[in-house]
């Protein structure tokens, strides 16, 4: 679990920090992440099951479990981006930001003016943060982050532009559909040698534009790889998928069963 750093000083200091990835809409299993030791939790509200009212209390309880707390809007929805803020998020994913006025737009719904437009009511959010108004209000620009996913070919073309997006503070890689972008549909590829070149350049750039880069990593190697390229911020370990592999495995455990036939059931 974390400690009570703020999740921004942590990824500005070069620390980097692992979130596990939620798209089950049960408060229990994001705070069994936390619990668990992530320091962050990622809720997906674009591919996953969550609303705003299930991420809220989502929020409430990686708090409660010590972690930092981030999620991924749908598409295009910045207005949820500062509802999910003022809930407590410490950080928001926006997919497909493919321009500079994506980027713009997303950016300034997240940052408190003269950088954004946020409107003020952030009280859960400083109450989770263990902050008075005052000093929710002083800190609140530099300590929530928005993080612009890349992962088009059109966010490629204009990765120079979404970069300079000053209310910006970070780029966050799609490798699934990066690849499909880099094959023009043909293959799903995240882990091949060539999305993997790709995010690199995208975080080399970032890094030269003064921004944080995350990434989605689908095992452990390709966390080791994202670090070594200077990503901070990677997700490894989604809640679907451990619940798969976990009951693939347990039933395959008693699979002698199976060969057992039948018979008749004791007592009857």
């Known amino acids: 679990m974390s400690d009570n750093a703020f999740l921004a000083d942590k990824l500005r200091s070069g620390k980097a920090v692992i979130t596990g990835w939620s798209q089950l809409s ?41 972690a930092h707390r981030i999620a991924r809007i749908p598409v295009g929805d910045n207005a949820l981006a500062g509802r999910l803020i003022d809930m407590g998020a410490d950080c928001i994913i926006a997919p497909m930001i493919n321009s500079l006025r994506d980027a713009e737009t997303f950016a300034r719904a997240v940052k408190y003016p003269p950088i954004g437009d946020r409107s003020w009511s952030p009280f859960r959010a400083a109450m989770l943060s263990g902050q008075t108004r005052d000093q929710y209000l002083e800190n609140a620009n530099a300590q929530t982050l928005a993080f612009a996913m890349i992962e088009t070919q059109d966010a490629i073309d ?7 997006v000053d209310s910006l503070d970070g780029v966050f890689v799609g490798p699934s559909d990066l690849s499909l972008a880099l094959s023009k549909g043909a293959s799903l590829d995240p882990n091949g040698s060539h999305t993997g070149e790709v995010a690199g350049e995208i975080a080399e750039k970032a890094l030269a534009a003064g921004k944080l880069a995350g990434i989605f990593c689908l095992n452990a190697d390709k966390v080791e790889e994202a670090y070594n390229q200077g990503f ?31 018979g008749p059931a004791a007592g009857y």
């Open 232 to 262: 901070r911020l990677m997700s490894h370990g989604v809640d679907t998928l451990f619940l798969d592999h976990s009951a693939r495995a347990a039933l395959k455990e008693v699979a002698w069963l199976a060969e057992q036939g039948t």
């Open 158 to 164: 204009a990765l120079d532009e979404i970069l300079s």
């Open 26 to 66: 049960a408060p229990m299993v994001p705070e069994l992440f936390a619990r668990s030791g992530y320091e962050a939790v990622t809720l997906d509200l674009q591919h996953g099951m969550y609303d705003f009212a299930s991420a809220c209390e989502a929020m409430a309880a990686i708090a409660l479990a010590g």
